[in-house]
């Protein structure tokens, strides 16, 4: 197969760190090509050399034969490369057919535009109104505008940066159906992603990064998804152990709880009902943006709740604020580390406060025992392993891990008897993860309630006893784990009331 | 009160503050939020003044202080967007510096009289009976407001640069994501609305008093603030209400002069009550058409 | 090119060489213009920045007046530190400055002429509540409506300064002034004069309550939940709640507590250095203010110092007018400036300084 991208010994380093150290690999022409890793292996910045984004401090790129060294986005568009972000560069004031234009270099007229977006999107099985504001979109019709964007262009090389992470399963089916046809067109794509089993679906090469260092290509097809697990990882981490025991009474049960959209662009919360037992931990699936924060956020008493909808040990405490209910024992943490669970200019002593200041008896008559404080922060590093230099570190400089590992010993150091916790491995490293995941089970076999909202199935079907998933708002009925595959789970997420099914032609 | 003397009147009345809003609506599309207006009208105010009467020529005043105040603007936008200061400090900052400023250089004119501005009646439309006399017998500059309204309209509209800089805007990250050079199109919207506050501080100097006097502008700057929230961005509502605030005004100098049994005070801070009524009355309704980003730094990490 | 590269945290080393470089700054900037003006730079600087604390023929007047003026800036800048932590933006001090001082003189001569001992404790209280009530209607509009607390509070400075005129020329004019404006003169009032505690040393009780409102608040902000939670609110706002900070309540406590500080200020300047009720006893101390409260980087003490410092300005501003003929509004210019460059060299705090090679985003 020809070449279309060659890429020679990219380096790039940041202050403490080298992000890229010496990376080569070819991506041929009409091959999906996958770039492999963990968190912070160095994708991100890999991908951003390829798009112009950041400039390479070594190493160099051939397109098509030619030297290829973009210094800005619009180089490597007109170069025929284009990009669908992770976190999406779309406005959400804006309308689909200003967004796309806003993606490309000399965009048609108006009206032109619009006919054009309709094209493209029935040619490849992507249906969107280009009059429609984003704002309004859910995440995978907007991962459309994206592609759209892109595809306007007719690039000759697809970047596609963890693209799966926001979409149904149904979702990625017609995404890989217009990946193959674009594929079949002798478009080139490099597909990033940290799924093991969509790359072996999916993708003709792999190369692996780890630690900023290619660190082998294969086949996947041809290899086993542990293989190319052990090399992504490179060492061996502790799995969870499993658990088995009784369950106990209901700790927490919330009753036809509904809650208005908390601004222009949020989620209602509609009718949602659940309960979870003691020793239990119940997982909550759902794709971005279908209420989760929501959730959260009512059972946090950020949001206070409709008397009558939320119960803790039997007693209503849906009209009780954040503070009531942690002294009664309901715990939480939200999905955003800097901003809502840690106050990032803040040391840890002062974030430690944050929460902790009635529990741990840190505010003695409205003033705060300042060594008390540090010392429950000393109490969070040490237990839960945080990597800092101590607790007078503000939060905004730990490592997302790190900081994880924080603001969750925060909360479990605090006895809950029940916690609530969105994402709890967000874009935390493997080693990390596994031991939130770890701490999180050994809570509830001491006998705490705990609630997982995460939008990583394995997580949840690695952790949970009961399973249910939030679809615009509303939950589906929880269902033993044991019981579920796939398929089921699914339609639990697309919330099978109204199931949009698109088709792609040829 | 004649109405057409009330209608031409409104008109030079809201020139001003309908420049003013104009500029610093445009400077929070892009996502900045200049709190400084007041200081720059001053510094328009002043400088068009004394280049006008140094020159003889109103033209000439206009234009040194459409710059003058561009200038200062800008030693805003190096602070915000290069240093990025707190946009809500620095604007203040503006403001302080822009009085002293103007006190400062405005000093040798005080009670001097600015060179008369002619009159352009626009051909044809000038003649016909009430309307004429109401809408067309104005100075140049109230021409080239209501021509500025409908350019930043059509800019904002159509243009791709002002789809870029609505973008910028909106989310500065994604702007940039997309290769957009943030603080350039920003440092380009906060020059504009300098510009277009120095002009209105000139227009209070050279048209609606006109002579200088200190701190002259009394708070239309913090007005023109207020009505880019009142048009929820949009340049019409802009217009809108720039004309309804300056009937407020004439109306309240007019009772004023015909002696109304109401006292000379409520008169006098009424322009400002219905300022704070009509943010509530807004705020109420929900504030719509808030660009994403207003006020917020931006700072290009890795 | 320059680049910023954000540090892990905010330097402490940068936060207190700042405000003294933007001192110096200032100063060396000021001499440019000084010299402009045709004016003798060095001698300009010495006059506004030595010769009130040290001029053998001046500084036993101008030294008192060091008190008198930082007392109502120290006093009202505290105040508004505490909102400005949260994020909360009262720039309309000089309002609640103006309807402290008009409701506490009110209160005192509806007693006229008694000279009860409770009377002065009477309109100081009065003066807080009038500089509170005016403060609450943007914390009412913001938490009620959303309105924004800018506008609202600055609005209110040009109608406080229209009750003022209003005071000043009818309701509370004095009927001995032979129909000039301006009410009775509280200097002639034993009772409720504001004099001060030490002779000539400029100390009255503004300046004593300014002294404790910098104690009061390093003590709020250092060590009580009530100060913790303005800050996060300020640092984090949805951290904030999530901590269980009710946002409403934080608006009322600051924008009530700047405006209490900013009335009594009001009250103190009125029934002392200032008098009585005239059409312009305020002198802008509720926008000088502001800049102090910067300056001062929003911390107590620094607040405490910074007032000093923009008092010395003022007074040396006024010795300068005196001996060289400077212009009046070159010392308005001159703290307008002094806020520019704190806020321009802020940027060390918070970031490294990279020279390199690179593009402008």
């Not at chain 3, 939670?229 to 706002?237: C, D, F, K, S």
Request: hydrophobic share 50%; with cysteine; proline share 5%.
């Amino acid at each position: 197969m020809a070449t279309l991208l060659s890429i020679r010994g990219l380096t790039k380093a940041y202050p403490g760190v080298v992000a890229n150290d010496d990376v080569s690999f070819d991506i041929g022409k009409g091959e999906i090509h996958a770039l492999l890793g963990e968190n912070g292996a160095g994708k991100s910045t890999l991908v951003k050399m390829i798009f112009g984004l950041v400039k390479p401090d070594a190493g160099e790129m051939a397109l098509d034969g030619a030297a290829y060294a973009p210094a800005k986005p619009s180089d490597a568009r007109r170069s025929g490369v284009a990009m669908v972000f992770q976190h999406f560069s779309l406005f959400e004031a804006l309308d689909v057919a200003e967004n796309v234009a806003l993606g490309m270099e000399n965009p048609p007229r108006p009206r032109d535009l619009a006919r054009q977006i309709r094209e493209v999107s029935e040619t490849y099985g992507l249906p969107l109104d280009p009059t429609r504001t984003v704002g309004t979109l859910s995440a995978g019709e907007r991962q459309r505008v994206e592609i759209i964007r892109c595809l306007l262009q007719n690039p000759r090389l697809l970047i596609m940066d963890e693209p799966t992470s926001v979409l149904t399963p149904q979702e990625v089916d017609i995404l890989f159906q217009t990946l193959n046809k674009l594929r079949a067109e002798g478009t080139s794509i490099l597909y990033i992603s940290h799924k093991l089993e969509e790359i072996r679906a999916l993708c003709d090469e792999a190369t692996i990064l780890r630690l900023g260092k290619n660190v082998g290509t294969c086949t996947p097809r041809e290899v086993t998804a542990r293989q190319m697990a052990e090399l992504m990882v490179g060492s061996s981490f502790n799995a969870p152990e499993a658990r088995a025991g009784e369950k106990g009474e209901v700790l927490l049960r919330t009753d036809k709880l509904s809650l208005p959209a908390p601004g222009a662009f949020g989620t209602p919360l509609r009718e949602v009902s659940l309960e979870v037992r003691a020793g239990e931990v119940l997982g909550i699936a759902g794709v971005a943006g279908n209420g989760q924060d929501e959730l959260l956020m009512a059972l946090s008493g950020e949001r206070l709740a409709p008397a009558g909808t939320i119960f803790f040990k039997g007693q209503d405490v849906s009209r009780l604020g954040p503070i009531g209910r942690r002294d009664a024992g309901l715990l939480s943490g939200p999905e955003e580390r800097l901003g809502h669970a840690a106050a990032p200019n803040m040391s840890l002593t002062e974030n430690a406060v944050l929460t902790g200041a009635r529990r741990e008896g840190l505010v003695q008559g409205g003033f705060i025992d300042w060594g008390k404080s540090k010392a429950f922060a000393e109490k969070v590093i040490e237990r839960f392993d945080v990597r800092t230099p101590g607790p007078g570190t503000a939060a905004r400089a730990l490592s997302g891990g790190n900081l994880q590992k924080f603001v969750v010993g925060r909360e479990i150091l605090q006895s809950p008897d029940v916690f609530v916790v969105n994402q709890p491995t967000w874009g935390v490293d493997a080693a990390a993860a596994a031991a939130i995941r770890q701490a999180l089970l050994d809570l509830a076999a001491k006998g705490a309630a705990i609630i997982v909202i995460s939008q990583d199935l394995d997580e949840l079907m690695e952790i949970s006893d009961r399973f249910a998933a939030l679809n615009e708002g509303r939950l589906s009925p929880a269902r033993a784990v044991a019981e579920l595959d796939i398929e089921k789970i699914g339609l639990m997420m697309g919330g099978a009331h109204d199931m949009e099914v698109a088709h792609v032609d040829g | 009160m004649d109405p057409v003397l009330l209608v031409a009147s409104i008109m030079v009345s809201a020139t001003p503050i309908l420049l003013a809003a104009l500029g610093e609506m445009v400077v929070e599309k892009a996502g900045v939020l200049n709190l400084g207006v007041e200081g720059m009208m001053i510094t328009g105010a002043v400088v068009g003044f004394a280049a006008a009467v140094s020159t003889g020529s109103p033209v000439v005043g206009f234009l040194a202080a459409a710059l003058a105040s561009a200038v200062l603007s800008l030693s805003f936008g190096f602070l915000t967007q290069v240093l990025l200061s707190n946009q809500v400090a620095t604007g203040l900052g503006l403001t302080l510096v822009g009085l002293g400023l103007s006190a400062l250089v405005g000093a040798g004119f005080e009670g001097v009289r600015a060179p008369g501005m002619g009159k352009l009646w626009i051909p044809g439309l000038a003649e016909i009976p009430v309307i004429g006399p109401m809408f067309f017998r104005h100075d140049f500059m109230v021409y080239v407001s209501l021509l500025l309204v409908a350019g930043v309209w059509a800019f904002l509209k159509y243009t791709r640069a002002g789809l870029i800089l609505r973008a910028v805007g909106e989310d500065h990250e994604s702007a940039h994501a997309l290769g957009y050079k943030v603080v350039r199109v920003r440092l380009a919207a906060i020059f504009f609305g300098g510009a277009c506050a120095g002009l209105g501080g000139a227009y209070v100097s050279l048209v609606r008093v006109p002579q200088w006097t200190e701190g002259m502008t009394a708070g239309a700057g913090w007005i023109a603030l207020a009505i880019v929230v009142f048009a929820s961005w949009r340049p019409l509502g802009v217009l809108i209400g720039a004309y309804l605030f300056g009937g407020v005004t004439v109306l309240q100098l007019n009772l004023q002069a015909a002696g109304a049994k109401v006292p000379v005070e409520l008169l006098s801070m009424s322009p400002y009550l219905i300022t704070i009524l009509v943010l509530v009355i807004i705020s109420a309704r929900g504030v719509h058409g808030a660009p994403g980003s207003l006020g917020r730094s931006f700072h290009a990490s890795a | 090119m320059i680049r910023l590269e954000k540090r892990p945290q905010p330097s402490r080393l940068w936060t207190i060489v700042t405000p003294l470089l933007a001192v110096v700054l200032t100063m060396v900037v000021g001499g440019i213009m000084f010299a402009l003006l045709g004016k003798p730079p060095l001698e300009a600087i010495r006059t506004i920045f030595w010769d009130p604390l040290f001029h053998p023929q001046f500084a036993s007047y101008s030294r008192p007046q060091l008190l008198v003026k930082a007392g109502p800036l120290i006093l009202i800048a505290i105040g508004l530190s505490i909102g400005f932590k949260a994020g909360i933006w009262n720039i309309g001090a000089e309002g609640q400055y103006i309807m402290g001082a008009v409701t506490g003189a009110a209160v005192g001569l509806a007693f006229y002429p008694s000279e009860s001992v409770l009377l002065f404790p009477l309109m100081v209280i009065a003066g807080a509540l009038g500089g509170w009530a005016w403060a609450m209607i943007p914390a009412v509009l913001k938490t009620k409506l959303g309105t924004n607390e800018i506008l609202v509070s600055l609005m209110l400075v040009y109608v406080a300064e229209n009750i003022l005129a209003s005071a000043s020329a009818s309701w509370l004019r004095s009927p001995e002034g032979m129909g000039f404006p301006g009410s009775r003169n509280f200097k002639q009032w034993p009772a409720v004069h504001n004099d001060e505690l030490i002779a000539n040393t400029g100390m009255h009780w503004g300046v004593v309550c300014a002294f404790i409102a910098v104690i009061a608040a390093y003590v709020l902000m250092a060590r009580h939940i009530q100060g913790f939670n303005i800050r996060l609110t300020g640092e984090a706002p949805r951290a904030a709640r999530f901590s269980g900070v009710t946002p409403a309540r934080i608006v009322f406590l600051c924008l009530g507590i700047s405006g209490a500080l900013a009335g009594m200020a009001g009250l103190f300047e009125v029934t002392g250095p200032a008098g009585q009720i005239t059409i312009d006893f305020n002198s802008g101390y509720g926008f000088t203010a502001i800049i102090v409260a910067f300056l001062g980087r929003l911390n107590p003490v620094g607040i405490l110092l910074a007032g000093l410092l923009m008092a010395l300005t003022y007074i040396g501003g006024e010795l300068a007018q005196l001996m060289l003929g400077l212009p009046g509004a070159s010392i308005q210019l001159f703290q307008g400036m002094l806020l520019f460059f704190l806020l321009a060299t802020d940027v060390f705090t918070n970031y490294r300084i990279r020279f390199a090679k690179g593009e402008l985003a």
